[in-house]
């Protein structure tokens, strides 16, 4: 039986009311109780929710899962996906929807929030644009919806409606140890859950998947609908690492352009995604263009560069001409760049750690370095940011713009005060929402050497 004290001293399991005022990173909800922060999953600040605490380690802080709203917000929906639905035992609630449970303009408002908040508390900069009558609203501008996109060839794309569901490509479901079931962690556990149905996902992922089915000896289940070919399934089996079918060659369409992947290797999640990231990085470069800061002919370079999708964009903006290198660490997807960019006669595909290749180019003769100074760095690096050690490199190298796409805003805002305290102008922000119903966004930021 879970306890309701609002004095007692919090500890998992204990139930208390609380009041949600805020957002913090990782999608929770901010509350105090008797002075201590509590960070609350599946809340929507504004609303009064009865929560279960789920860890009081810390003396700072304590985490809670709502388990009943008592005030709802006007912003909460029923949950997209039923099998994560309030109305469950959190163990029990399917992770990877924390957002949806909210309405899309409000999950978005939520992203522009802790984006503005991570960027004034750890990069300096204070995001809420300059003049506008009303903050909010202009915050809440800054994180862009996707494209309507139709996944249906036959469905009218004029009467799609932007639902945020059917979008992912990639998903990975997990596989009880001890029954076999097949679905996906609980939010913040390793506890399997089954699912009838997957909201986030393709309709191709969706007619695969083995929801429903046991698999004994089987690990993880990746699934893959690239744009390109036939959804498929990638298995770990038990105690190995390797995937079946990882280093299959699939193909992906960006618009027009096709683009040569490994099944297990890295590609955008969302369906429109890939187009999207391609468009703005493009557009960033048009604009560099437009303002004479940008060299065709110097040492470009697209950091952690994968399969050379945004290499393949600067090539768009800059023309064929253009010369750029990617730096990849996994070799599987550098011979895919080197295929994918083969039509750029000045495009290099390099295997290497990016701070190791830093590290030589720091090391080149001075022509070498100079062209690397009149040169503009596209980085796109993991969850971690660049860190102190690229950024510093970067820095180092100097090149007079750097287009950074990032997937954690607290790790972007980290590596922006890096880059402004060595001599970098942040000129431009903008944000995508291309991963709805969770508390996800991608981010693209504009440097430039002052
Ligand atoms: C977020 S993905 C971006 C890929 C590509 N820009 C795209 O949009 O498809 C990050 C890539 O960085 C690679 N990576 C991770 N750490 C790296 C490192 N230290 N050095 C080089 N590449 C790295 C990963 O293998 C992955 O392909």
Redesign the pocket.
């Known amino acids: 039986m879970t306890a309701l004290h609002s004095s007692a001293p919090l500890e998992p399991g204990v139930e208390v009311d609380l009041v949600v005022t805020g957002i913090a990173h990782g999608g929770v909800g901010v509350a105090r109780h008797e002075g201590r922060v509590v960070f609350v999953a599946d809340a929507i600040p504004g609303e009064r929710v009865r929560a279960r605490i789920t860890d009081a380690k810390k003396k700072s802080f304590a985490r809670a899962t709502a388990v009943e709203v008592l005030d709802a917000s006007a912003d909460r929906r029923d949950h997209v996906w039923a099998e994560a639905a309030i109305t469950r035992d959190p163990e029990n609630r399917a992770g990877g929807a924390e957002f949806g449970h909210i309405s899309l303009e409000r999950q978005r408002a939520l992203k522009a929030e802790v984006l503005a908040d991570a960027m004034q508390r750890f990069g300096g900069v204070q995001l809420s644009a300059e003049g506008a009558e009303d903050a909010a609203a202009a915050l809440a501008e800054i994180v862009e919806p996707p494209p309507v996109f139709v996944d249906d060839e036959e469905a009218d794309p004029d009467a799609a409606a932007d639902t945020g569901l059917g979008y992912r490509t990639r998903v990975r479901l997990h596989v009880d140890p001890e029954t076999g079931a097949v679905g996906p962690y609980a939010a913040r556990s390793r506890r399997v859950i089954p699912v009838e149905s997957l909201p986030l996902a393709t309709e191709g992922i969706n007619q695969i998947a083995p929801l429903g089915e046991a698999m004994p000896g089987v690990d993880t289940v990746d699934l893959v609908d690239p744009s390109g070919d036939d959804p498929r399934m990638l298995l770990t089996l038990a105690g190995e690492k390797q995937r079946s079918g990882a280093s299959d060659p699939i193909h992906e369409w960006v618009e027009d352009r096709g683009f040569l992947v490994r099944a297990g290797g ?3 999640v969302h369906r429109a995604a890939p187009a999207v ?1 391609f468009t703005a990085v493009r557009d960033a470069i048009g604009e560099l263009i437009d303002d004479g800061r940008f060299d065709p002919v110097a040492g470009n370079l697209d950091l ?4 050379g ?2 290499a393949a964009a600067v090539a768009e903006a800059a023309g064929p001409g253009v010369k750029i290198a990617t ?4 070799a599987a ?1 550098t011979e895919d760049a080197a295929e994918n960019l083969s039509a750029i006669v000045g495009a290099l595909a390099h295997t ?4 190791r290749h830093l590290a030589d180019l720091l090391r080149a003769s001075g022509p070498v370095r100079e062209r690397l100074r009149r040169g503009t760095v596209v980085l ?3 969850r971690a940011g660049a860190g102190n050690g690229v950024t510093a490199q970067l820095a180092e190298l100097a090149p007079m713009n750097i287009v950074y796409v990032a ?1 954690d805003p607290v790790s972007l805002a980290r590596d922006t005060k890096s880059l402004r305290d060595s001599g970098y102008e942040l000129t431009g922000l903008r944000a995508f929402d291309i991963f709805p119903h969770t508390h996800h966004f991608e981010s693209l930021a504009v440097f430039q050497r002052a």
Do not use: K
């Open positions: 890295f590609w955008q990231l952690y560069g994968g399969a999708l945004l730096v990849e660490a996994e997807a290497a750690r990016v701070d796109d690096p993991p997937c």
